[in-house]
């Protein structure tokens, strides 16, 4: 026998190449490229999703759509757009003991309870293992059907010869093909056995929900290849010392995407919480500068968060900038704009921005906020414990309109936030309602409203 071809994969975006490198040439990632042997013998052809199909007609009112099912819990049922789809297939990733087996098992339990029979396929746990995590979650049911197997092959063939209403496969990464030499969890067993499962959900009508680990930079490992197969995309995030979960939905095929769940980690498993903006803000210190309610959107749901900043005199030789919930650019460039345009000086100064709760914005409409906690901070001023702000800022120090403006302002006033700060461009779409609205057009004027109030007055002093 001949030597095995070898070629060089890598595990992030499955870029294949002749010889090794430290940095893939498609994705730029280090230390990606792995050696697998090259498969040119055996069978290639895949099974196709039905035998026999024809073209049908969209219009054709006699083949119906199945309804959602329920998966029990309604911040779950948000994030999915409203319930699982049938024959869809859903990638469910997080850090390790986030919750994502804990939430599968409850979704499990209550769809074998609804909808029939439902099969979990663990690949890291015993049977033993699994059940006493079932046990303390309260999720034993007879419809309930525990396979521990790492072999795709007979996965499939429980999956063909079951009826089953609901699939887990925890995990991904644990899943592998006899047809491939590459160990499990490699870039070609993780394409392989995605594939193998999507045409086993499209095939049997079946939904099927896969695990995924995710990498020290916090992606799930091989996302290229992964989000590209599978309908929908969930992310779990939060704190592993702390209670406060977040599944976020970043593809959805059936749904809005950038949806959000917030669920909190019990000893009896993960409960909803239905009000998240007041349990963001239960905490939230009064009388302290660089503090700042913004309110957020996520997909369709009005969000209250407290932006935080810290700004201090510098020890070092150059100053520190850290971030946690914001993206870095943005507060890169806010800061560049408080000092060019307003005037407010941060070369020599510390900055620490937080977004309480574990929370990640991304949208552009939380400058402002950020923006007026920095220049809170800095003077020592605290802003009006009642006001709220949002809008994105220009490089000339505009404060640009944002979509959902008055989503945000009827969301503030449930929570008694009587002044709100709005772009100028927002002001015909926004009803006051009894509240006080105030429409800035730079990022001056809103700053010098915080500062000249009553409550900024008194507090300075």
């Known amino acids: 026998m001949g030597k095995p071809k070898i070629a060089y994969v890598c595990q992030q975006c499955g870029a294949i190449s002749t010889r090794w490198a430290g940095r893939c040439p498609d994705c730029g990632d280090w230390n990606a490229l792995v050696e697998e042997a090259v498969v040119e013998d055996g069978p290639h052809l895949r099974a196709p999703f039905a035998t026999g199909a024809e073209p049908v007609a969209l219009t054709d009112r006699s083949i119906e759509m199945p309804p959602r099912l329920s998966t029990g819990d309604p911040e779950c049922d948000r994030v999915l757009g409203g319930g699982i789809v049938a024959g869809s297939l859903t990638l469910v990733g997080g850090d390790p003991g986030i919750g994502k087996s804990t939430l599968m098992l409850q979704v499990s ?4 309870h609804r909808a029939g029979k439902v099969l979990y396929v663990s690949g890291e746990e015993s049977f033993d293992q699994t059940r006493l995590r079932a046990r303390r979650l309260n999720a034993l049911h007879d419809n309930i059907f525990l396979l521990t197997e790492t072999a795709v092959d007979v996965i499939r063939r429980h999956i063909e010869d079951g009826e089953y209403a609901f699939v887990v496969i925890d995990s991904i990464q ?12 490699s870039a070609g067993q993780v394409r392989a056995c995605a594939n193998e499962f999507l045409r086993l959900a499209k095939g049997r009508n079946v939904p099927i929900f896969l695990v995924g680990h995710v990498t020290k930079e916090g992606a799930i490992a091989g996302p290229r290849l992964l989000e590209h197969l599978v309908d929908t995309v969930l992310y779990f995030e939060g704190e592993g010392r702390q209670a406060l979960r977040i599944l976020r939905a970043v593809k959805n095929r059936f749904g809005s995407t950038n949806e959000i769940g917030v669920f909190e980690m019990t000893e009896a498993g993960l409960i909803d919480v239905p009000n998240p903006s007041a349990l963001f803000l239960g905490e939230r210190p009064r009388g302290v500068s660089g503090s700042m309610v913004m309110p957020s959107i996520e997909g369709t749901r009005p969000l ?11 020890t070092f030789g150059s100053p520190r900038r850290t971030v946690t919930g914001l993206n870095p650019n943005r507060l890169a460039l806010i800061l560049a704009v408080l000092e060019k345009r307003a005037g407010l000086h941060f070369a020599d100064k510390d900055v620490f921005a937080n977004v309480v709760g574990g929370v990640r914005l991304d949208e552009p409409a939380a400058d402002l906020a950020a923006a007026m906690a920095l220049a809170s901070s800095l003077r020592e001023i605290p802003a009006p414990p009642t006001l709220v702000a949002f809008g994105e800022i220009g490089l000339a120090g505009e404060v640009r309109a944002v979509d959902m403006a008055r989503q945000r302002v009827v969301e503030a006033s ?9 772009p100028k461009g927002c002001a015909t779409d926004v009803e006051t309602n009894g509240n006080a609205v105030i429409a800035v057009g730079n990022v001056c004027q809103a700053i010098e409203w915080m500062w000249e109030s ?7 002093a």
């Open 109 to 112: 339990r209550h769809l074998a």
């Open 174 to 185: 644990s899943v592998y093909s006899s047809q491939l030499p590459a160990a499990p969890g």
């Open 304 to 314: 209250l968060v407290e932006v935080q900043a810290l700004v201090c005199p510098t």
């Open 414 to 422: 449930k929570f008694g936030f009587t002044t709100c700060i709005i």
């Open 454 to 460: 009553d409550y900024g007055t008194n507090a300075e």
